[in-house]
């Protein structure tokens, strides 16, 4: 189907910045929306941004005006850059990628795929 395969995550400090990636491969047809998502421990994976594929863009109010996700639509990668990170921040962050492909017969067919996570820690 389609794989989605996350990068640069690591440790900051207060008030650093990152930039996470997101590409995904396979037999993509098109892509729609694509997101990022954060997880703390114990808790549910909540919605942090999430573009469209004409650029339209939302943002969790804990991170808006810290936060911009941008997309690269011939790389079929999706991008966050973090500034102003807080201690708060820590969490596990996933993108999610949503569109069609192409099945083994050449057909189309939806898909929803998640990235395998990665760790962004805050802290002094």
């Known amino acids: 189907q389609v794989r989605l395969v996350e990068s640069g995550g690591g440790l900051v400090q207060p008030g650093g910045s990152l930039k996470l990636s997101c590409a995904a491969s396979g037999r993509i047809f098109s892509i729609n929306t694509m997101s990022w998502y954060r997880q703390f421990p114990g808790k549910q994976r909540d919605l942090v941004a999430v573009?469209?594929?004409?650029?339209?863009?939302n943002y969790a109010d804990s991170v808006q005006g810290r936060f911009t996700i941008s997309r690269d639509n011939a790389k079929n990668t999706v991008y966050l850059q973090m500034n102003s990170l807080k201690p708060e921040d820590t969490a596990v962050y996933y993108c999610?990628?949503?569109?069609?492909?192409?099945?083994?017969?050449?057909?189309?067919?939806?898909?929803?795929?998640w990235g395998q996570g990665t760790q962004v820690t805050v802290s002094s």
């Open positions: 999610d990628a949503e569109g069609k492909y192409y099945m083994d017969s050449g057909s189309l067919s939806w898909f929803n795929s």
């Open positions: 573009i469209t594929s004409g650029g339209q863009t």
